[in-house]
Each structure stands twice: as C-alpha cells, then as structure tokens.
DNA sequence: GTTCGTGCAAACGGTTTGCAACAAT
DNA sequence: ATTGTTGCAAACCGTTTGCACGAAC
C-alpha cells in the first residue's frame, strides 16, 4: 500500500484515497481494464467514488505517464478501403492516419507465438511526418 | 460507376444509390474517413442520405469484407499499466487483450521508413488464443 | 481562505435502434 | 404480400464538464 503511495508521489500525483484505491487496482492488473470496468471493480472496495473521478483520475494518470492508452481502441471507428495487409502510421500532431506499404516493414516471430493463433497483424506505428 | 456496381454485387451487397454514393468516395480516397466524414462528403452529392444510412452502410461494407476497421481506434479507451513498450494481441472471439513481450516480437525496417519519424510502435496481433 | 479533489448531474458526441414510409421483387 | 432499404428521431453508451461541497495546507 505504501508502495503505491510512494509511486504516485514520484509520479508527481497527489495521493487521495481514491486515486489509491485505481491506482491499487489499476496498477496490479494483468487485463486492460476500460474505464467503467475500473469503476465497477474499485466502487466495491470504495464505494463513494463516482464515475467522473475514475475518469479523472485514469486520465490523469495516463498524463503523467502511469499508465498508457494503447494505440487500439481509443476513439472513433476510421473505415480504410484498403483490404489489402499494410500497416499504419499515426501522425501524433494531427491524428492522421497513413498507411504505409506491407514491405516497408518486416517482422518476425509472430508465428511462433506460444498461446496463440495469429490469424492478421499490422505494426502501427506513431510519431511525426517528415516535411 | 458500373465498377462499383459490379464489386458490390460480387460482394454481395445488393446496389441503392446511397450504397453506390458511399463505395464511390470510400473506396476511392486514400484517407480513413470517419463515418460522420463519409456522411459530410457523400451527402453533398446525396443530398437526402441520412446519418443512419451512412452507419448501416459502412458497417454492412464491412461486414462484407468490402472495407476493414484497422485495429486502430475503434472502441473505447482501455489502460495498460504496463508503460514499457509491448505488442497486444487481440483475442477475436472475446476481445480480450493480452500483452506479448516486446522480444517475442522483431520489427526491421521502421526507421527507414521514408517521411516519417518513428518515435514508438508496436505490433497489434488478432487472432484465437490456442488452448 | 485559497487551492485542490470529489461527487453529482447534466451535457456531449459518436453510434445504434425503433419505426413508419417506401421500393423492388 | 413479402422482403429489404431508407430517413427521421429518439435512445444509448462512454466520456467530459460545470458546479457546489469538502478537505488540506
């Protein structure tokens, strides 16, 4: 509990109860909770704590680098008419999404995945177009 | 114009002229339009489409293998306490996401690539989780 | 007493759904 | 007549916001 406690701190969060309480959880979790699933789960143990400041908090969190939204799932559905495999790159300023050739980059290893059965892949890529 | 008619019967999506209206500016352009974005465009040359018309259309497109959601952006914000870099693997039966470890992974050739500067990536997996 | 965090409820935005009108077979 | 498609409006769900209360320094 102290440990925690003392991450938010270095993190340069102040701890308040609630915060304590998604973070305890938040932190110790193998699944990749959503934010209402955080809020369902921590309410038992905390059960004043309101939907806003599971939002609050996560977000926070997230800002200061405790946590990190994965580049799937976090916005809008974007439809792409390219069937085709490629992979994508997401400029980090605008948002815009580009799609970038099949052979631009390779990878390897994913078919020897222990546990799991790859059916399709893509690498996606973030950062910055090159003027 | 009669291209697209014949692609969506051979897809099996039965041709209206909003259908048509939608597959001509969706499979043509290069960028990944939102749905609302689709509406926007394709309503100027349809004036009487309607929104819904739009969501039914793109997710039956898509559904018929026509169009793909990239699994970039498309739910809603999950966390990952885990802020070292990993790949995900998305279970397609339940949705559930599990981490890969970054070395069970290999990726050449993202820093060439021509335009754009990688600042992070990761590989995004789907698939079945083998029992 | 000012600052910061919380809880509530309302607002918001993207998406879906229910339903009545309509077209095509 | 049945089936499938459209348009509208309302519902929906996840998320954000406004605001008043409360705690801490």
Redo the contacts with the bound molecule.
């Keep these: 509990m102290n440990d925690i406690i003392e991450k938010l701190n270095q993190y340069g969060?102040?701890p308040?109860?609630?915060?304590?309480a998604?973070a305890d959880f938040v932190l110790k979790t193998d699944t990749h909770p959503?934010?209402?699933e955080v809020w369902a789960i921590v309410r038992q143990r905390?059960?004043?704590?309101?939907?806003?400041?599971?939002?609050?908090?996560?977000?926070?969190f997230a800002e200061k680098g405790l946590l990190k939204l994965p580049p799937i799932?976090?916005?809008?559905?974007?439809f792409d008419p390219h069937v085709a495999p490629h992979h994508h790159f997401i400029d980090e300023e605008t948002g815009t999404v580009y799609d970038v050739p099949w052979e631009a980059v390779s990878v390897a290893g994913e078919k020897t995945l222990d546990g799991y059965e790859v059916r399709e892949y893509q690498v996606v890529l973030r950062g910055r177009r090159r003027k």
């Design positions: 969060i102040q308040t109860p609630q915060r304590i998604v959503t934010a209402d905390c059960p004043t704590l309101s939907r806003a400041t599971v939002y609050n908090t996560l977000n926070l799932k976090e916005g809008v559905a974007v």
